[in-house]
């Protein structure tokens, strides 16, 4: 089933024109964030669609990516670019991905946020947090617990 919703998420991201983004993605060992930081401050989220367009682009920029404050919902995506580090008293908020105004969760949606996602944060989505329409909301310092790689900004 797993690997249906893998291929059906991809075939999405691919029509909705993010395939070529999601390759153009550098890794950790090639990202060298330079220039003045981009700082993502008290996000709320929004449409997941959109944020993966800007993850995107934050990526490309080659800038460093600050996540402060609140991170919420699809900012969450932002978290694990290889340029991004996690503001220390920072809160991470998540929840089920779902049509707006209402309680529906769409397929599909929680398969390409769960793209993002690694280690003990990507257990969490899966088996809890993408299931609820209630918000999660974790520390930075425990985000970093269960995802080891999530850098917290001030360290190197």
Known sequence: MRSFLTHISMALALSLGLGAGIAAIPTAAEAQPRGKPIVIMNNRGGNVVDAIRYRNKLAAS???????????????????LPNACLGPKATVGFHAPRIPSTNIIPPIVDELMAQYYRGGILRMWNTQWKHSLKMHKISARDYVRLDPQTRLCGRK
């Not at 080659?62 to 995506?77: M, N, Q």
């Open 62 to 80: 080659g800038r460093p990516v600050e996540v402060r404050g609140y991170c919420r919902s699809a900012c969450t995506i932002y978290i694990t």
